[in-house]
């Protein structure tokens, strides 16, 4: 009887020391660790802030330049290039 008590402790034993572990990241992903080595992210962490930008030309940026100190601007333009000058 204390054989098969011991042989049932062992298999549990062995079956938990091989069992996957799901754990979360710093940033908030939950992260399944396979006993093989190998993982798989369950829960990515998608939350960013929302941040908006202002969108204008190069042209707009450079005559209200002064007054948009701190704030987020999204600038589109053309670029040539002259003689190795851009």
């Given at each position: 009887m204390t054989r098969y008590?011991?042989?049932?402790?062992?298999?549990i034993v062995a079956d938990v020391a091989h069992a996957d572990e799901v754990v979360r990241s710093e940033d908030g992903r939950?992260?399944?660790l396979r006993s093989?080595?190998?993982?798989?992210?369950?829960i990515q962490n998608d939350a960013r802030p929302s941040v908006s930008?202002?969108?204008m030309s190069i042209v707009d940026l450079k005559l209200d330049i002064d007054g948009l100190e701190?704030?987020?601007?999204?600038?589109?333009?053309?670029?040539s290039s002259f003689g190795g000058l851009v």
């Open positions: 008590l011991v042989l049932a402790v062992g298999l939950e992260i399944l093989d080595g190998t993982y798989e992210v369950l930008y202002r969108q701190g704030q987020l601007v999204e600038v589109s333009g053309k670029l």
